[in-house]
């Protein structure tokens, strides 16, 4: 069936909006951050899909109309399988429905062997990705939303008058329902890696450079809390705090996701591949002289430099493994990038798919990204299942959408929290490269940390920077 579109009341904050389906089954927010990000552009919103897909370990459980089965194959594969049996022609704009949610770091051993080293106490699935048929997509520059559907799931035409009517009513309400249960923290945050932990494992990390094994490797440490309550509150908290244009939220069965990352991992937009890798932080300061220092120094630091075009020759190698020979490109090397928190360094590379290849083919073969494992990337995740305590989770995984047209946009899952059996923890990590200085290394994973850190002060933490 052709497309049904209904135009919607534009708001500037889209969170009122998705305020409407937040505690709906596997309500997913991919967030621009908008009023306050000034690089946002869409805001797109799902609930309710008509087939899920969840990958614990070895198997994937597949629910749809017909009841519940567990395959073996390989997730990236089972996937693209399920959306082509629904493939559109290209839609107009980003998303007109398809799949919506993560991929987790640990995914990865699902295409490489990995040594079991670290412990595994996130007992979450490694992928979790639902397929829906209608979306909620908002144009910050066009100031116009839509509701959106192809109409994929029989039961939409059915729903669609009271869709419409959902997203139509007063926009003037708030974000967060009265009855809410306010989130709290009823632990002090604490972290896996203090300083003499973090010391021994950069120390271990510089004697494997030294020694010819790798040429970086991204060591991160992670924090944790008791908490209790609404996380959509929290949610609401952290995008007032730390506004970034790949951010999201999700509610999925068991866990929820707040995530406020400020990096693009692979974006497919008829047949176009970008990816944005971050490589190179300093501090935000109050001070205006200062934080334009310290914008100034990163962007002339010859280390950071360095360390940033590292990782754009892997991911120029990631991406050509399906891009068309000769298509790809560095285009923009070492933009300064300023978020509320920090100052980034990004590029861009981009190519053009080949024939043949899909999104689902781009995102499997550049998994993880390079930008937070390292280079060459299996020894370097080899190296860091030896030297983090903990197993990452969805931390350095991907969140996004591959939509039905087969277009995609993924953010890297940095600046994340995932809140789950009572507990929420988020990580923050950097690359270590021959020059790296130790303790500055420790500093920037606390600057990284900063707005979740700052979101849980705002709940009773008083954990902050130990260094």
Not at 215 to 236: C, E, I, K, P, T
Request: aromatic fraction near 10%.
């Amino acid at each position: 069936m052709s497309l049904l579109k209904y135009a919607l009341r534009y708001t500037p904050d889209s969170a009122r909006l998705f305020a409407r389906i937040a505690h709906k089954p596997w309500a997913i927010f991919l967030d621009s951050g908008q009023p306050k990000s000034q690089y946002g552009h869409y805001d797109v919103m799902v609930a309710e899909p008509f087939i899920t897909l969840a990958t614990q370990d070895t198997h994937t459980e597949i629910r749809d109309e017909s009841g519940t089965r567990i395959v073996s194959d390989d997730p990236f594969l089972l996937l693209k399988e399920t959306l082509a049996a629904y493939a559109t022609s290209p839609c107009e704009l980003p998303f007109c429905g398809g799949a919506i949610g993560y991929f987790g770091y640990d995914l990865a051993r699902q295409l490489e062997h990995l040594p079991a080293l670290a412990q595994d106490a996130e007992h979450i699935p490694q992928m979790m990705v639902g397929i829906y048929d209608w979306a909620v997509l908002v144009d910050h520059r066009a100031k116009r939303a839509w509701l959106l559907s192809h109409g994929k799931n029989p039961q939409t035409q059915q729903q669609w008058p009271a869709l419409c009517a959902l997203f139509d009513s007063d926009l003037s309400e708030p974000a967060l329902a009265q009855d809410a249960i306010p989130f709290r923290l009823i632990s002090e945050v604490s972290s896996n890696m203090d300083l003499p932990t973090y010391a021994a494992a950069f120390d271990k990390i510089k004697r494997y450079i030294q020694e010819g094994d790798c040429y970086q490797v991204n060591l991160a440490q992670r924090f944790s809390a008791q908490a209790a309550g609404d996380a959509w509150a929290a949610y609401l908290a952290l995008r007032d705090i730390s506004p970034a244009p790949f951010s999201a939220y999700m509610s999925l069965p068991g866990l929820q996701i707040l995530s406020a990352s400020p990096e693009r991992f692979i974006q497919v937009k008829d047949a176009h591949v970008e990816t944005r890798p971050i490589k190179g932080t300093r501090p935000r300061s109050d001070d205006a002289q200062q934080d334009a220092a310290f914008a100034e120094e990163l962007q002339h630091s010859l280390k950071d430099r360095a360390e940033n075009l590292m990782i754009v020759d892997l991911l120029r190698n990631d991406i050509g493994k399906s891009c068309a020979v000769g298509s790809v490109q560095a285009k923009r090397l070492f933009a300064l990038e300023s978020f509320a928190n920090v100052h980034h360094l990004v590029s861009t590379v981009t190519g053009t798919l080949a024939s043949g290849k899909t999104a689902l083919d781009m995102l499997r073969g550049c998994f993880p990204g390079g930008s937070i494992t390292g280079a060459p990337k299996l020894r370097a995740m080899q190296i860091i299942e030896e030297l983090e305590p903990h197993r990452r989770g969805l931390y350095c995984g991907a969140i996004g959408y591959i939509g039905f047209d087969g277009n995609m946009d993924t953010n890297i899952a940095i600046r994340t929290a995932m809140y789950a059996n009572g507990e929420i923890r988020f990580w923050a990590g950097g690359g270590i490269v021959a020059d790296s200085e130790m303790h500055k290394e420790y500093r920037e994973t606390w600057d990284k940390a900063s707005s979740m850190l700052a979101l849980m002060r705002r709940y009773g933490s008083r954990l902050d920077a130990k260094v």
